[in-house]
């Protein structure tokens, strides 16, 4: 089998790419290193002992992804390739509908032309909006409150309405909760670049020293101790989750949508506690207003995922922070001085 992995120099990309050649793949990447550092695959290449091309390039460029996927003779596509920033997608929409919308409909389309019809599809629990119920199960309506996360269920709705348009199609969706963490030999991680907007890779440049002290947005939410709930997933866990889906995808065509999350709910404070207690270092907090937007509580059914293809989380928020930190007490500045 060869895997093409777009998106593959990025954080979760890189982390499949390491999984997919441990169980015995080969493995083609392209990606256009608008938010990666070629580094990265660098050393993932190294950890596994194996080559993996990189064919620098976008996957709006339809020509130029059916010749990859014909020269490497491709079997099957894992699909990162996209922009994630939340906020950033409120201020440039078009952008993210024409890289994560019309990027991966140019793609299918020349794997369409290529005779490739095995697909696994980066997705977000984003897409479900305020939860109706916790946990929250696959077929819980979807109300993205954003124009990333709505690029996120159009993309689900093209993928459904394809696999029941031909028969033939292997169509697998996951959907994200919050992935974190990084490789246990510390040499790959999230490298995000200037200030991250999220809590983990925030909370770990404060006990690095590179920021002040963190802010908690808001105390007065109806959980626990007031701070959010997110349903963080270590990042191997949600690369082994992809390994798992392609095998499944394998067995016969068809199109199934799964969460990868752990089923565990972790407040603000309690991952603070935990980072703490993995880095021995001070993680200053400040109390400040709710952010925009966010919800109380947000963590998934991952049934599923067990059931379909016999996928469960395994790492410990210990472990999550753990790992994060060894990452970044080794890289303090990302992938940058490398
Ligand atoms: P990332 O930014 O690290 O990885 C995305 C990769 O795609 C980068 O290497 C980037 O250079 C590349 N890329 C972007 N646009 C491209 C284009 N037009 N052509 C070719 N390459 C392009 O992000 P990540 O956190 O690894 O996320 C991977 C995927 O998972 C994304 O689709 C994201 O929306 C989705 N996702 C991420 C999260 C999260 O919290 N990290 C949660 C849910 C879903
Ligand atoms: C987690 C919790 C914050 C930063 C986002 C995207 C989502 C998905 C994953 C791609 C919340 C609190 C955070 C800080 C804080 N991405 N927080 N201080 O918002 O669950 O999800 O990333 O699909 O689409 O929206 O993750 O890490 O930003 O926040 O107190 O400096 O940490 O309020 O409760 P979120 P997050």
């Known amino acids: 089998m060869t ?39 660098r050393r993932v290449c190294a950890l596994a002992g194996r080559h993996v091309p990189l064919e620098r390039g976008d996957v709006r460029d339809r020509a130029f992804m059916e010749t990859v996927l014909r020269r490497y003779g491709c079997t099957a596509v894992v699909h990162f390739a996209g922009l994630k920033a939340v906020g950033q997608s409120v201020a440039e929409p078009l952008d993210y509908y024409e890289v994560n919308v019309a990027g991966t409909v140019s793609l299918l389309q020349a794997m369409r032309a290529s005779g490739v019809r095995s697909f696994v599809f980066s997705s977000s629990a984003t897409v479900y909006g305020e939860p109706q119920v916790l946990p929250i199960p696959e077929n819980h309506p979807f109300a993205p409150a954003s124009p990333y996360g709505r690029s996120k269920a159009m993309v689900e709705e093209i993928l459904a309405d394809l696999a029941g348009s031909e028969a033939g199609w292997h169509i697998a969706t996951l959907r994200y909760f919050n992935p974190v963490g990084a490789h246990e030999s510390g040499a790959i991680g999230e490298a995000p670049s200037g200030i991250p907007d999220n809590l983990m890779p925030y909370v770990a440049k404060v006990a690095g020293g590179k920021l002040s002290h963190l802010r908690v947005f808001g105390n007065d939410y109806p959980t626990p101790d007031g701070t959010g709930v997110r349903d963080y997933i270590h990042v191997v866990d949600l690369a082994e989750g992809h390994v798992r889906a392609l095998d499944h995808l394998a067995a016969g065509p068809g199109h199934f949508s799964v969460n990868l999350g752990t089923g565990r709910g972790t407040s603000v404070l309690e991952l603070v506690a935990a980072f703490r207690h993995a880095s021995n270092r001070e ?10 937007g966010d919800i109380a509580e947000y963590y998934a059914d991952p049934a599923l995922a067990g059931s379909l293809f016999g996928w469960q989380a395994k790492r410990s928020v210990r472990e999550m922070c753990a790992d994060t930190w060894n990452w970044q007490s080794k890289n303090p500045n990302g992938y940058d001085e490398a």
């Open 3 to 41: 895997i093409l992995v777009t998106g593959g120099a990025g954080y979760i990309g890189s982390h499949t790419v390491l999984a997919l050649l441990e169980a015995g793949n080969e493995v083609v990447v392209v990606d256009s290193l608008v938010n990666a550092n070629a580094e990265s695959l």
């Open 283 to 292: 993680i200053p907090c400040e109390i400040v207003e709710r952010r925009p």
